[in-house]
C-alpha cells in the first residue's frame, strides 16, 4: 500500500504541489510511503474559493441541513472505515485501538454534531433566551443573536490527530455555516488526505466548503482576512509564531490555540490499595505510557500520589507496563506501536534527558530492549517509561517538560491539597483527573484546580470503570486549557460553534426581539 504523492484539494479540485515534496515514513520499519508536498498550490485562491464558494452555499443551509451535511461526511468516512485503519497503522505506527480513538473519534465527534444541528432545526440564527428593559417604559429592550461569521475557518493540525483533529473543527465549523480549509501536520496527513478523497468523491459536500492542504501551507496566514478564523493545535513555538504574525495581528482574525500541556493525576488521601479508584488510576497511567505511544496532547505526565503511597502505585504501574509487548502494530499481540518519526523519538529522548536531573527511572527510560517486530534502527520505538521525581515542590522541569511520548513521572504530595498544588505548576494544562471516594475532599480540590485546567475528571467509585477516561476528549465537553495549552477551547457541545459565529447584542422595540427570536433557535453557547 503506497500514499503516493498526496495532493491538495482546493479551488473545487485536485491540486498536485510541484516540488518533490517531504516523505511520509513507517514509524515501524522507516521505509517511505509516498510525498506530501503544497509547493506552488495558492493558499489565497483556496482561501477565495471557500469565501466565494463554500461560505454563500452553507449559509443557505439551515441548522439541520448542515446537521445533514455532517452526517453525509460520518456516513462516507464509516463505509471506508478499514481502509482508514490500514493507513493508520502504516503512517502512524497506530495499533487497532489507537486507530480507533482518531478515526471512531472523529465520525463519532461528527454524528454529535449532526445531532446538534437536527435539534436546533430550521434556524440559520440562534438567539439567547431572555431580553433586557433598557428604557423606563418598556419599548426598547435588547437582545443577544448569533450569526455566521461570513468567513472561512483554517484549521491546522497537529500530527497525532490526522483524523479527529481534522473533524471536530469541521464539524464546529461547517454546522455553524463557516467552510472550512483544512491543514493536517505533514507528517501523517496521508490518513486526512484519503478521508477528504473519499468525502468529496461521494458528493456530499457542495463546492467550497471543504478544502484541503497537503503540504506546508505556504501562504495560508497572509490570506486570513478580519472575518476569518484560524483554529491552531500543535505546538508552543508554533502557537507563537502565530500569535506574532504580522497579518494575524494586523487583520485579527480569531485565533484559537491547543498546544501542548503536563496534565496532572491525583490520588486522593483516602484512596488505598485494593480499593477500586486506587486500581482505576494505576489502569489510566498505565493508559498513559501506551495508548498511542503516549502521543495525546491530555496524556497523563505527571502522577501525583500521597508519599507514603509512592513506592506502592510506582510499582503497580511498572509491573503492568514492565511486560508490554512493542513493536510492530500489525502484530496483535503488540500494545504499543512507534512514535510517529525518529525526529519525535529523538525528542522524547531529548525530553528524557531534560528530566533526568530531578528524576530516576523507575521503568523504561530509552528505546525498548526487545521488539515484537519493527526495525530497532529504522523505527522510532520508545520503551514506556515511568519516572520518579522525590521532590517536586523544588523542581521545575518536570512540570515544564512535555515528554510526546510514552513517559510520565510518579511524585508524592504531603497533606491534603499538596497535590492539587503540584497540578496547578504545570501553568495551565488541558485536563487533570482525581482519583478518590471523598466527595468533600473531592469538590474542594476541583474547585481549586479548575481554574489552571480545562477538563476536570474524578472518578470515584460511583463512577468506576464508566469514565471516559482522562484523555480521551469527549464532544460534549469543552477541549482546551489555560496559560500554556494555548489559552482555546473547542467542542463542549453549541459552545463550540462560538468561535465561528458572531453574538451581537440587538437593541430594539419587544415586537422587533420577539420576530428575531421566532426566526431563530433558542439555545445557550
Ligand atoms: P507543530 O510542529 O507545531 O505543527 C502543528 C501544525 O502546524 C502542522 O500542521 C504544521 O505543518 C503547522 N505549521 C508549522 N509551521 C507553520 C507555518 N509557518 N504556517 C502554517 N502552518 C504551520 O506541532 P506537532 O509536532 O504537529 O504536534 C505536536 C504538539 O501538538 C504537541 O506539543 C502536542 O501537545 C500538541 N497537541 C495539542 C493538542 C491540543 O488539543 N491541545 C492536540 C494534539 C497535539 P507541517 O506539519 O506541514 O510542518
Known amino acids: 500500500m503506497s500514499a503516493g504523492k498526496l495532493e491538495s484539494f482546493v479551488e473545487g479540485r485536485w491540486q498536485a504541489g510541484s516540488a518533490e515534496g517531504r516523505p511520509l515514513v513507517n514509524p515501524t520499519t522507516g521505509e517511505e510511503l509516498g510525498r506530501v508536498d503544497a509547493s506552488g498550490v495558492d493558499c489565497a485562491a483556496a482561501m477565495g474559493h471557500a469565501r466565494t464558494t463554500g461560505l454563500p452555499a452553507l449559509q443557505a443551509m439551515t441548522f439541520a441541513e448542515r446537521g445533514g451535511l455532517l452526517r ?10 478499514d481502509a482508514y485503519v490500514d493507513i493508520a497503522r502504516l503512517n502512524s505506527g497506530n495499533t487497532a485501538v489507537d486507530a480507533s480513538i482518531d478515526i471512531d473519534g472523529g465520525i463519532g465527534t461528527l454524528k454529535v454534531y449532526a445531532g446538534h444541528g437536527k435539534k436546533l432545526g430550521d434556524a440559520t440564527t440562534i438567539m439567547e433566551a431572555g431580553t433586557d428593559q433598557l428604557a423606563r417604559e418598556d419599548v426598547f429592550r435588547a437582545g443577544h443573536i448569533w450569526t455566521s461569521r461570513p468567513g472561512v475557518g483554517v484549521h491546522i493540525n497537529a500530527f497525532n490527530f490526522p483524523s479527529w483533529g481534522m473533524w471536530e473543527k469541521v464539524a464546529c465549523s461547517l454546522l455553524a455555516g463557516v467552510p472550512a480549509v483544512a491543514k493536517p501536520a505533514s507528517a501523517t496527513a496521508w490518513l486526512s488526505h484519503q478521508m477528504v478523497r473519499d468525502v468529496i468523491a461521494a458528493g456530499v459536500v457542495p463546492d467550497g466548503v471543504l478544502s484541503l492542504i497537503c503540504g506546508s501551507g505556504e501562504g495560508l496566514l497572509d490570506a486570513l482576512g478580519p472575518f476569518d478564523q484560524l483554529a491552531f493545535t500543535g505546538s508552543a513555538d508554533t502557537a507563537l509564531m502565530l500569535r506574532n504574525n504580522g497579518n494575524i495581528l494586523k487583520r485579527a482574525p480569531r485565533l484559537n490555540i491547543e498546544a501542548d500541556s503536563v496534565n496532572a493525576t491525583i490520588l486522593g488521601p483516602d484512596a488505598k490499595p485494593g480499593d477500586p479508584v486506587y486500581d482505576l488510576l494505576v489502569r489510566e497511567a498505565v493508559k498513559a505510557l501506551s495508548v498511542k505511544a503516549g ?45 510517529i518519526n525518529k525526529a519525535q523519538q529523538q525528542a522524547a529522548f531529548d525530553g528524557l534527558a531534560a528530566l533526568s536531573a530531578e528524576t530516576t527511572i523507575v521503568t523504561g527510560g530509552g528505546a525498548p530492549d526487545a521488539l515484537d517486530g519493527g526495525d530497532a534502527d529504522r523505527g522510532a520505538f520508545v520503551a514506556p517509561t515511568l519516572l520518579s521525581c522525590a521532590e517536586p515542590g523544588a523542581a521545575w522541569a518536570v512540570h515544564e517538560t512535555e515528554v510526546f511520548g510514552p ?21 495551565g494544562s488541558l485536563a487533570v483527573s482525581v482519583f478518590t471516594n471523598d466527595t468533600d475532599w473531592a469538590a474542594q480540590t476541583a474547585r481549586f484546580v479548575a481554574p489552571y485546567h480545562g477538563r476536570v475528571l474524578v472518578v470515584d467509585e460511583e463512577v468506576g470503570k464508566n469514565s471516559t477516561g482522562h484523555s480521551i476528549v469527549m ?12 489559552g482555546g477551547e473547542e467542542l463542549g457541545g453549541l459552545r463550540g460553534l462560538r468561535f465561528y459565529m458572531q453574538r451581537s447584542a ?15 433557535a433558542e439555545a445557550t453557547l
Open 72 to 81: 453525509g461526511i460520518a456516513d462516507v468516512l464509516a463505509a471506508n472505515r
Open 295 to 339: 502521543q495525546l496532547c491530555t496524556n497523563i505526565r505527571r502522577i501525583f500520589v500521597p508519599a507514603d503511597q509512592l513506592a506502592g502505585v510506582s510499582e503497580a504501574i511498572a509491573a503492568k507496563v514492565g511486560g508490554m509487548s512493542v513493536g510492530d502494530p500489525a502484530n496483535e499481540s503488540v500494545r504499543m506501536g512507534p512514535l
Open 407 to 427: 513517559v510520565s513521572t510518579i511524585m508524592p504530595y504531603e497533606g491534603t491539597d499538596g497535590g492539587a498544588s503540584l497540578a496547578a505548576c504545570g501553568g
Open 475 to 486: 464532544p460534549q465537553c469543552v477541549h482546551g486549557g489555560p496559560g500554556r495549552a494555548g
Open 506 to 520: 440587538v437593541q430594539g422595540s419587544p415586537t422587533l426581539l420577539a420576530s428575531l427570536a421566532d426566526g431563530s
